[in-house]
């Protein structure tokens, strides 16, 4: 038997690695995607006061942290009993979250995606990356710089820093937004959403005109995410949908505080990252997806037009879209709609106003579910008497895709490593690219691009390294 | 009138006026944590450590004399106070990302102001006991630096003399004077000065945090 083992994952948010096992002949026998780090946040913010919780889970990533703040605020909320905020808190809630999503997305796609895209997964490899696009495609480049600029911007301006601000406190926001700051937001916001569609056509016609993308890494599953009211997509606040792989409800309409009876939690002894999966399938059928794909499959339409229009393109062609790439399409149709929306909520009398909270007695217990860009979160606390968190509960949008992730790995693997004599960086980069499509967040932390060297190792059954590669 | 000489600017001072009393009329800053005026000084944090006359000296508790000669900026001085601030921090659990007083903590500012940008020794994580027993506050003793500030103000000020300092070394622990030691059983108000008093983020008023968004806290 050989091991192979792609350790660190490259561009991705996190440390991860990949272990592939092959026989004597070379033929796949286990794939696993590995999540190395450990970060231990449910036990330590036990004894701590409730309110410090959505600023000390915020730290959990450095390129989410909002979504975390977010979720964390609103089972805050709810332990305080808060219902209903104030119109312009939760206004204010919504226009940081989309500004989170934009930025979020932007990252993504440009920074980390779009040179496997653009250049192909075999191409040179001290070439594809983001110096690598800015020398290429500069105008592209700078546009993905700038699209993440403003959604940046839209956080400082509501949280004081771009990155690990303060804004939601327990039954609102602890500051309004002056007129200045909403003109200063307003005033390129219209560049923004045309930057936005068209970062939808690159995505688009990248997926379609490679007929290999449509079937890469093609793994079929339920999926989840928050839907409105009226089963539109939703980002901030709504009950929880499941469709299964052929689009029909496993579940639909149910409060995000029901998620303890929808979703159970397998534990591995080769991962520090959970297994979740749906009670009502079952361990082994119950896995399933979340995020852009998810949300774009799931919702009935999405509320502001352009991004609408570009939701019915996305599924005219066959529903639901199962190719783990079509994450990257659904990935810039949400960031159109973020920009939308941001516009609207930037136009709406209510995101100035003054009227930021409401005050209510102290419960014990509180669940928060937000869409995170990676999908569905879901922060759950119970506190003391005294106010001191005694149980806390994350369940972090990657974990959702763990499952999904191992099995796109296994695909790839299967298909390009499976009985080869040699494996080139090429064939590695694959399986990285079929991780990267879900954009996982494997520690929800800080990390430098282009600074994680990838070491393959091929181990014979005796633990000698065979041969290793370096980049 | 009488003077003494601040890095060569020359202050006057009244009777009875310590050095940081002369240094802070004059407007020249000494970094202190455990200072405060009106109350009486012990220089128990020794930041405000300055050299008169050659010799080292606690700012706040020297009295003021004619003719000193006192030496705050040097680089012998912000080496010495960058040490006891370091020492300060690796001593507690001081965690300023999570802290609610970040930005209006006077520990976190004087290390801003002396340019700290790690701890240098090795933290020591000691294991101290939170008391959240009171319905309206809550004692954080991680970030207690025994300034003693709380102590004086609750016994001077507020005349209830709820808080004391007891043992000694690294088992030196903010109590409180209660029988069953909790804060529950006293008779402290979140009006108290003790509770505002509080440099740190040591006591609290509870569900208070993060109210001041950013760009608006003391230090700013």
């Known amino acids: 038997m050989t091991r192979i083992v792609i350790d660190p994952l490259s561009r991705v948010e996190g440390h991860g690695k990949v272990t592939l096992l092959l026989d004597e002949e070379n033929r796949v026998v286990e794939a696993r995607l590995h999540i190395v780090e450990f970060r231990g946040f449910e036990k330590f913010i036990q004894g701590r006061p409730y309110w410090e919780v959505p600023v000390l889970v915020e730290r959990l990533c450095g390129i989410c942290p909002v979504s975390h703040h977010l979720a964390a605020a609103k089972a805050i909320d709810g332990i305080m009993g808060v219902e209903k905020l104030t119109p312009t808190a939760e206004k204010l809630r919504r226009l940081l979250h989309f500004g989170q999503v934009l930025q979020s997305h ?11 895209l653009l250049f192909g997964f075999d191409s040179e490899i001290a ?8 020398k290429d495609y500069p105008d592209l480049a700078l546009k993905g710089v700038r699209l993440r600029k403003y959604g940046q911007e839209v956080i400082r301006v509501i949280m004081g820093k771009r990155i690990h601000g303060t804004a939601a406190i327990a039954g609102g926001m602890n500051k309004a937004l002056s007129f200045e700051e909403r003109d200063a937001l307003l005033g390129n916001i219209d560049e923004i959403i045309f930057w936005a569609d068209a970062s939808v056509d690159l995505a688009r016609d990248i997926f379609l005109s490679t007929p290999e993308y449509r079937n890469f890494a093609k793994v079929s599953s339920p999926f989840l995410s928050l839907s409105g009211k009226c089963g539109e997509h939703e980002l901030y606040d709504g009950h929880l949908r499941c469709r299964s792989a052929g689009g029909d409800f496993v579940f639909d309409e149910i409060a995000d505080s029901g998620y303890t009876g929808l979703i159970r939690e397998e534990v591995k002894p080769w991962s520090y990252m959970k297994f979740p999966y749906l009670v009502m ?3 082994e059928a119950g896995w399933y997806r979340v995020g852009p794909l998810a949300r774009i499959n799931n919702c009935d339409l999405i509320s502001s037009p352009m991004a609408e229009a570009r939701r019915r393109e996305f599924v005219s062609d066959g529903w639901p879209v199962h190719a783990p790439l079509a994450y990257h399409w659904a990935r810039m149709i949400e960031l159109l709609h973020c920009a939308e929306k941001i516009r609207g909520l930037l136009e709406d009398t209510d995101i100035t106003g003054g009227d930021l909270r409401v005050e209510t007695e102290m419960g014990r217990e509180g669940i928060g579910v937000i869409e995170a860009p990676r999908g569905t979160l879901i ?7 005294q106010g001191l968190i005694e149980m806390a509960n994350l369940v972090v949008s990657t974990t959702h895709n763990n499952r999904a992730m191992n099995e796109a790995v296994l695909k790839v693997a299967k298909r390009d490593i499976d009985g080869k004599k040699e494996v080139t960086e090429g064939m590695l980069n694959r399986i990285e690219v079929a991780i990267r499509a879900f954009d996982p967040c494997l520690s ?10 990838l070491l393959v190792e091929a181990v014979d059954a005796e633990g000698n390294v065979i041969w290793s590669m370096g980049k | 009138m009488k003077a003494i000489s601040l890095d060569g600017i020359m202050a006057p001072f009244a009777e009875g006026h310590t050095v940081m009393d002369c240094a802070l009329a004059a407007n020249i800053p000494i970094p202190h944590l455990c200072y405060l005026p009106r109350c009486v000084p012990h220089g128990s944090c020794r930041l405000c450590t300055v050299k008169i006359d050659g010799r080292f000296a606690s700012a706040c508790t020297q009295p003021a004399m004619e003719g ?18 370091r020492m300060l921090f690796v001593e507690g659990n001081h965690y300023c990302p999570s802290c609610e007083k970040s930005g209006s903590c006077r520990l976190q500012k004087a290390a801003y102001d002396e340019g700290m940008l790690d701890l240098h020794y090795r933290p020591w994580y000691p294991k101290r ?6 319905p309206d506050i809550l004692i954080d003793r991680d970030r207690c630096i025994f300034c003693e500030l709380c102590v004086k103000a609750s016994r001077d000020v507020d005349g209830k003399n709820i808080f004391g300092i007891s043992g000694r070394g690294t088992d030196t622990r903010l109590v409180v004077n209660s029988k069953s030691g909790l804060l529950a059983d006293t008779d402290i108000s979140a009006q108290d000065r003790a509770v505002e008093v509080c440099p740190v983020g040591a006591i609290l008023v509870k569900g208070l945090g993060f109210e ?7 230090y700013d």
Do not use: W
Request: aromatic content about 4%; some cysteine; overall charge negative.
């Open chain 1, 127 to 134: 070439h594809r990356n983001i110096t690598g696009l800015l």
């Open chain 1, 444 to 453: 929800c932390a800080t990390h430098a691009v282009g600074k994680m060297p």
């Open chain 1, 106 to 116: 932007a990252l993504h796609f440009f920074h980390l995606a779009s040179p496997d």
């Open chain 2, 212 to 218: 001041i968004p950013i760009g608006k806290r003391l």
């Open chain 2, 129 to 134: 006991e939170m008391d959240a027993s009171h």
């Open chain 1, 281 to 283: 399938l079952g361990k």
């Open chain 2, 68 to 85: 000193q000669h006192v030496e705050i900026d040097t680089e012998e001085l912000r080496q010495l106070r960058l040490s006891l601030l």
């Open chain 1, 379 to 385: 922060h759950h606390y119970r506190v003391d008497d």
